[in-house]
Nanobody, 121 residues
Framework: QVQLVESGGGLVQAGGSLRLSCAAS????????MGWYRQAPGKQRELVAF???????NYVDSVKGRFTISRDNAKNTVYLQMNSLKPEDTADYYC???????????????WGKGTLVTVSS
């Protein structure tokens, strides 16, 4: 079992920045992928960004150039730096962890409880 605890959400004005953090604990494998999903009211959950244990990253088109995902393997922590935030970024953001990026996107993964990001216009 893996536990994921997110922090860093909140209310910010459009154009502002926030940094989300997610600390993993429990049965940690050195080979894994971690990422962030988000779900806005009335919309489907979408994968915003992920990063593999080797450092490869991937972003949904709507956040490219604005969001940066990074990780500290020694701390089993993943971060999501969000800049130039827009009202449409408002959502619950969920940290996830899986054995691979494929599993993160399509298969079995662990989920955090989520943290709310609200961007006001």
């Amino acid at each position: 079992q893996v536990q994921l605890v997110e922090s860093g959400g909140g209310l910010v004005q459009a154009g502002g920045s926030l940094r989300l953090s997610c600390a993993a604990s429990g049965s940690i494998s050195s080979r894994n992928a971690m990422g962030w999903y988000r779900q806005a009211p009335g919309k489907q959950r979408e994968l915003v960004a992920f990063i593999t244990s080797g450092g490869s990253t991937n972003y949904v088109d709507s956040v490219k150039g604005r969001f940066t995902i990074s990780r500290d393997n020694a701390k089993n922590t993943v971060y999501l730096q969000m800049n130039s935030l827009k009202p449409e970024d408002t959502a619950d953001y969920y940290c996830t962890r899986a054995a691979s990026d494929y599993e993160l996107r399509y298969g079995m993964k662990y989920w955090g409880k989520g943290t709310l990001v609200t961007v006001s216009s």
